[in-house]
């Protein structure tokens, strides 16, 4: 490489937040999916990731209008498949960084099969599960991480079960590699654990509860007035290499804790299992082909 | 001591044979069948297999419903379908046997091989039930030949297993098969195992031939062609996979599903020794969506399901249609709906092939008709689906799937391959769905090629990928998505007429009925019946060529493997008669009146079916 050439790929690799900015976010004015496009765009430009080698893979709800508002590859398929999707793209292309932005009825209700396998799979995936606890777009219905008693149009006299617990839930398959939980409301936090999560290598699965000013304004207004009732888990010496306590750490809601719950880099990812390490070549298919043919053929005499 | 016996029988020179071999599942008729099927094909001998398969994973020993084997019908010349009836059955047990005889697939006058072994046995009821039966079989015209072939084995090889290889040998020695090209095979058919292995079936194989030679007092020859280009012996979806690892795919994602799943078994074998992955998902949805995902990303990728898998990926298929993603998704078709009959064949599906998914989702629909057609339909689709961007469905059927039948070996073509993914700059301005005006086709953008940024949406959207509701927008979207099917229907070929282009009668079939059709025709015409026939590769979109190809006879009708309402029953009649799916296809677009016969017996339609089907169509006089 000359000097030229050199510098003219220093210039290209330094991008600016606006390099990220896709269309103009149609999301209410307070929603926490505004706060994590915002984390978002400030990792990829910290980053310096070209636009054009990053996908933001998302399924069917408010979250999943993220990948419109990014200016990179993106996305945005059909209600809760947004994890395989991902898988697939992941598969196909180890050169790409792969998002997935998913919500708490994508994720959690409908896709509910494919995120137990892929926490499984641990492919080297983003996840961000946008959790504002209820159905937005389809106009306030109780979600499966909707606490008891929500009332919501689809339960007018409040829920009737427990909320899901997606943090236990992760924790609980095996092969889970990076668990991480944040709150839309302290963007420093967020950005690092976004951050840590872009940079692990396998599958991390991040945890951010979002408000959602529509339809469910008053959720978590005793949370924010109330610093105590969010622990951070850096400061308060948590061990995140122990899948034992990232467990009961998880368990527990109030004071919601805050960070890295569980960390593990030696988790094989599925893509590095299956991916051949040959040089797939014209001239390979051929020779294999014909070798197959050979098994199977009659030879005239 | 047995080699003279030879000379002194009479060799009975014929044109054809069914053979079955039929046992307990795990008694290895199936591997008996395929060693029988390859040995002839090897000799010049056409050859079309089926494998008798219970539904049941271990159906209880010697019961009616566990009939577990393999049909091989041999012929002179090339055998198309797995024939009629079965003149000559093999078979462990009386009970197995009696389910094929109930099912009326035994031909009058049938020859039996039974193991005799049940005539002694310990059990009272045992015996009793096996005296009843051959009795019956008897008193019912069969030649029943009792040997007792456990014991037979057990003389030779000190193993009452092994029957199957014994059985081999004595059908070696009554089509006067060439016993060490036999004995060749034994090596090729137990190679993997050690030789004690190999050695131990030969010696049961050379027992049987002699036990033949010496106690059999017929014997046939079916004459043979020496082949005189290289064969290929496989099964429908083993071609499949071949057609796959042929087509420059890169990746398979599937779900466990019969009858589909042995192309992935065997994919999954070979793919990874040529770069390729077989992913088995989650589920059928997670398959789907996993082979979209990977084929955005430029890879064009297959899935590979039956029925019930199909209809659950219908959903994602709308998202390849909606988002113009190259697709190829295979669909050996089993009985419906629902679990319906798993290991039977039917052609149940091509509606929701052509129709499925919400909405206006035009996809482009193939179908398989021979074994070797499994083969070069995955090619084609995987061109088609990257040419067009569209979902290709290809097919096939739990017919071809277990069938084996010899086709020249492929010369590879690098053309097959798919082209590298293009990660060149794309030029700036252009948007990903900047179609064009008189085809529809807008040109694939891959992630990683510079200038390309867009999202993907399963929303209504314009040509920039934005998300929008105009009516206009909208309407000019799934105007372009179904030009594409025009663009394609220009470049096909007008399907072939087998016989002449007028007559009294044209057949349209479509799929696996091929072979049977085109028998049928044929006895027809020797028979003096005006009848010709014509079988369909694409139905969506129908190739151009067919209205004018109607025009030279008076009836025309379908021959189908799904339901169709019968003209005789009583609430039944032209305002109400649901008709096959081609037939109605058919008479959709072409406004005449089409009829069809077809049948949901999960079994492939015999061409005697045929043959009667048309000569009462040609015999009733014309109503109106």
């Not at chain 2, 005539?119 to 079989?137: A, C, F, G, M, N």
């Not at chain 2, 058919?189 to 050379?206: C, H, P, S, W």
Request: net charge neutral; glycine share 8%.
């Amino acid at each position: 490489m000359n000097d030229t050439a050199c510098l003219l790929k220093l210039y290209d690799e330094k991008y600016e937040l606006e390099d990220y900015q896709g269309g103009v976010p149609r999301w209410c004015s307070g929603c926490g999916d505004n706060a994590i496009l915002a984390a978002v765009q400030r990792l990829c430009r910290d980053e310096a990731l070209h636009p054009e080698k990053t996908v933001f893979v998302s399924g069917i709800g408010c979250s999943s209008r993220f990948p419109h508002y990014m200016r990179t590859y993106g996305f945005h398929g059909i209600h809760g498949r947004a994890l395989p999707v991902a898988e697939g793209v992941r598969m196909a292309r180890p050169d790409l960084h792969v998002f997935v932005n998913t919500g708490d009825g994508d994720c959690c209700s409908i896709g509910a099969a494919h995120w137990i396998h892929a926490v499984r799979y641990n492919m080297n995936l983003s996840v961000f599960l946008h959790d504002n606890q209820i159905y937005g777009l389809t106009k306030k219905q109780a979600s499966p991480t909707s606490p008891r008693g929500t009332k919501s149009n689809t339960s007018p006299r409040g829920s009737w079960l427990e909320a899901l617990n997606p943090l236990t839930v992760t924790l609980g398959v095996q092969n889970v590699s990076f668990v991480a939980q944040v709150v839309d409301w302290m963007p420093d936090v967020l950005y690092e654990v976004v951050r840590a999560a872009f940079h692990h290598k396998g599958l991390s699965f991040v945890r951010i509860i979002q408000r959602c000013p529509e339809w469910l304004p008053d959720q978590w207004e005793p949370f924010i007035k109330d610093p105590k009732r969010v622990q951070r888990l850096e400061s308060s010496g948590h061990d995140a290499g122990n899948l034992d306590r990232a467990r009961e750490v998880a368990s527990k809601m109030d004071p919601i804790p805050v960070g890295i719950l569980y960390r593990n880099e030696n988790v094989p990812c599925y893509e590095d299992l299956r991916r051949s390490p040959k040089l797939r070549t014209p001239e390979l298919v051929r020779t294999g082909l014909e070798a197959e043919f050979d098994k199977f053929t009659v030879w005239p005499s | 001591m047995n080699d003279t016996s030879l000379a002194f029988k009479n060799v009975t020179e014929i044109a054809e044979h069914i053979v079955e071999v039929i046992s307990d599942s795990g008694e290895g008729a199936q591997r008996c069948g395929q060693s029988l099927g390859s040995i002839a094909a090897r000799m010049g001998i056409g050859i079309w297999t089926v494998e008798i398969i219970p539904a049941e994973i271990r159906p209880p020993a010697r019961s009616v419903a566990g009939a577990s084997g393999n049909r091989i019908r041999l012929g002179a010349g090339r055998v198309t379908n797995g024939g009629d009836l079965t003149n000559l059955a093999v078979a462990f047990n009386e009970q197995v046997l009696l389910g094929r005889v109930r099912d009326g697939e035994l031909a009058p006058g049938c020859t039996i091989l039974l193991e005799s072994l049940w005539r002694d046995h310990s059990d009272p009821t045992i015996r009793s039930s096996y005296l009843k039966t051959v009795e019956q079989l008897l008193g019912a015209g069969y030649r029943v030949i009792e040997i007792a072939m456990g014991r037979e084995c057990a003389a030779v090889a000190n193993a009452e297993k092994g029957k199957n290889m014994f059985a081999l040998g004595m059908l070696c020695s009554i089509y006067s098969l060439d016993l060490k090209l036999a004995q060749e095979q034994m090596a090729l058919t137990f190679g993997k195992k050690a030789q004690k292995v190999i050695d131990t079936n030969v010696k049961l194989l050379d027992a049987g031939y002699r036990w033949a030679e010496a106690h059999l007092d017929f014997k046939y020859r079916i004459p043979a062609e020496r082949p005189k280009e290289a064969q290929i012996v496989v099964n429908g979806n083993t071609a499949l996979a071949l057609g796959v690892l042929a087509s420059g795919m890169e990746i398979c994602a599937m779900y466990p599903i019969t009858p589909a799943t042995s192309a992935s078994h065997y994919l999954s074998d070979v793919f990874e020794k040529v770069g390729g992955v077989v992913h088995q998902a989650e589920d059928e949805i997670g398959a789907c969506a996993f082979a979209i995902g990977a084929s955005y990303a430029g890879k064009c990728t297959v899935t590979i399901t039956s029925g019930p898998g199909y209809s659950l990926k219908q959903e994602a298929i709308g998202l390849a249609v909606m988002s113009e993603i190259p697709l190829v998704v295979v669909n050996v078709q089993r009985g419906g709906p629902s679990t319906g009959q798993p290991t039977k064949a039917e052609q149940g599906d091509l509606m929701s092939a052509i129709f499925g998914s919400h909405g206006d989702a035009p996809k482009v629909v193939m179908a398989a008709s021979t074994i070797e057609d499994c083969f070069y339909s995955v090619i084609t689709a995987r061109r088609i689906a990257e040419t067009f961007n569209m979902v290709v469905v290809v097919l096939t059927d739990a017919n071809l799937a277990t069938s084996q039948q010899p086709f020249p070996r492929p010369q590879f073509d690098p053309a097959w391959m798919a082209p590298p993914t293009d990660q060149s700059a794309l030029p700036e301005g252009l948007k990903p769905y900047d179609w064009d005006q008189a085809t529809g086709l807008a040109r694939r953008f891959i992630p990683g090629q510079a200038n390309g940024m867009h999202t993907v949406t399963g929303l209504a959207h314009d040509r920039a990928s934005h998300v929008a509701y105009d009516p206009q927008i909208n309407e000019e979207a799934i105007h372009y998505r179904s030009l594409k099917l025009a663009a394609l229907q220009r470049t096909l070929k007008a399907p072939a007429l087998f016989g002449p282009s007028k007559g009294e009668m044209l057949v349209i079939g479509w799929g696996s009925t091929k072979g049977a059709i085109e028998e049928a025709v044929e006895m027809l015409q020797g028979e003096g019946h005006k009848v010709s026939s014509m079988h369909l590769r694409f139905l969506q979109p129908l190739p151009p060529g067919i209205k004018e190809a109607m025009k030279g006879f008076r009836h025309v009708m379908t021959v189908e493997g799904n339901w169709s309402d019968r003209p005789e029953d009583e609430l039944i009649d032209e305002s109400n008669r649901r008709y096959s799916a081609l037939a109605m296809l058919l008479r959709a677009r072409y406004l005449r009146d089409i009829d069809c016969y077809s049948e949901v017996r999960g079994q492939p339609i015999k061409p005697s079916t045929i043959c009667e089907v048309v000569r009462r169509k040609l015999a009733k006089p014309k109503k109106s």
